[in-house]
């Protein structure tokens, strides 16, 4: 069963699971990055390899392979110093369409703290909390050990806590 | 207590993140219950776990150019789409998105996730009430504690809380001044104050959003004035004084007790 090509706006088969997963996907993508710029980026990055690479996808889980295409990519790339300068969360107002003032993510301590960590232990972080993958899909994707998966979460929610202690913000424990 | 020494750190992850089994989570809960300081890591964690998803739940969405990421990658320096979207474009997305699930349209059109501008929004609005109430000597309130029974239904009624009951804090030594109803975030709010032996004003703050989703406490500073605050379902709280942080934590944890939840 192939897509129809011609002008085709309603992609099938690989085309139209990509595009399923891309709300997804613009997700993780902002969560590793600084701003809405450099999110669109690394999607659009992940979206053409995936299109290149789709001969490499074994019919397995596509959504894990998807995103470690995106992982590997933002890991492996010294993107935003090769291809366009870095913009910060808060010149990020400033670009093109990304003029969102009401944008929840500028108002949050603790993304901007997300900015202190290391690329690896953040890319856990939001695979585990915000894309809710097991510690074992995380570990398959990234290909090391859970062991890994673990320390790197570790090291990730202590220097947040560290963080947003030097910042006044101090979560409570809910009585339950 | 065998099976205590028994948890290890990864299983602390693995609670917070919610993957483990019903045994193996009333295993841990003994342990916190046991392990305080295990317990507030624990608490600290999901905190991040619900500001992390929270603030980035809104880019969970289609664009219309969507399609022409899929369609026109390869001839991508030329064809990356232009960030001010074409309307056809998006037309032609629209349908095709359509097309796809119909779960998919809505997403579309989702409004931004404008929780985190709540938080930011109540304590200084907390504040600000405190400043120009707390120090009021004859008016500090609309109603006051000898209608209280009448403040509580009226207030209840204009945040639609049924049976909003206005907290005690007299174990804390604050005895209810009174209330008042207040804009909150331009909807309507409430305001509870309440004073010690030594006139030490303390005001607590209520206030209804459709948009806001739970978060753990918070805890917000400015010359002096400390507040607590923190979003239960739809409603929004800050306990708001000039004491200590410690004593407003205590009376901010008892008025989390006694609000419905």
């Not at chain 2, 509580?152 to 809380?161: D, E, Q, Y």
Request: charged share 25%; proline share 5%.
């Amino acid at each position: 069963m192939k897509a129809r090509e011609t002008q085709a706006p309603a992609p099938l088969s690989f085309e139209a699971q990509i595009l399923a997963l891309l709300p997804q996907l613009r997700r993780y993508s902002r969560s590793l990055t600084r701003s809405d710029v450099e999110g669109e980026d690394l999607l659009q990055d992940c979206v053409e390899k995936a299109l290149v690479s789709r001969s490499q996808w074994r019919g397995a889980n596509f959504k894990s392979w998807a995103y470690r295409i995106m992982t590997n990519l933002h890991l492996n790339a010294r993107r935003s110093v090769a291809r366009r300068p870095s913009v910060g969360i808060e010149e990020a107002e400033n670009v093109a369409m990304s003029a969102v003032s009401d944008d929840p993510l500028e108002k949050s301590r603790l993304v901007k703290a997300l900015e202190t960590l290391p690329k690896e232990a953040r890319a856990v972080l939001m695979l585990v909390v915000v894309e809710g993958h097991s510690y074992q899909e995380v570990a398959d994707m990234l290909d090391v050990p859970i062991g890994t998966v673990m320390s790197r979460l570790s090291r990730a929610r202590q220097a947040l806590r560290e963080k947003m202690r030097e910042e006044n913000v101090i979560p409570m424990r809910r009585p339950r | 207590m065998t099976e205590a020494r028994s948890i290890s750190e990864a299983d602390l992850h693995a609670y917070a993140d919610g993957f483990l089994d019903d045994a193996d989570r009333a295993r841990v809960e003994r342990f916190l219950a046991e392990n305080p300081d295990a317990a507030e890591l624990v608490a600290d964690w999901q905190a991040q776990n619900d500001e992390l998803r929270a603030a980035f739940a809104a880019h969970e969405k289609s664009k219309p150019t969507d399609i022409q990421l899929i369609s026109g990658a390869h001839h991508r320096t030329a064809a990356r789409p232009p960030r001010r979207a074409a309307l056809a474009a998006a037309a032609m997305a629209i349908f095709a998105l359509g097309a796809i699930g119909g779960h998919y349209g809505p997403l579309l059109f989702k409004r931004p996730d404008i929780q985190l501008a709540y938080t930011e929004i109540l304590p200084r609005e907390a504040r600000n009430a405190f400043l120009v109430y707390a120090s009021e000597v004859r008016h500090p309130v609309e109603v006051f504690a000898n209608e209280e029974a009448h403040l509580a239904t009226w207030l209840g009624k204009r945040l639609s809380i049924a049976n909003l009951k206005v907290p005690n804090l007299q174990t804390m030594g604050f005895k209810l001044v009174g209330g008042r109803l207040l804009p909150v975030a331009g909807k309507p709010g409430a305001m509870f104050m309440y004073e010690d032996q030594a006139g030490q004003r303390v005001t607590v703050m209520v206030g209804r959003n459709k948009e806001n989703r739970t978060t753990s406490f918070r805890f917000a500073s400015a010359s002096n004035v400390e507040t607590f605050y923190w979003i239960d379902g739809e409603l929004g709280y800050a306990v708001t004084g000039e004491i200590s942080r410690d004593l407003l934590q205590k009376i901010a944890e008892e008025c989390y007790r006694q609000f419905p939840s």
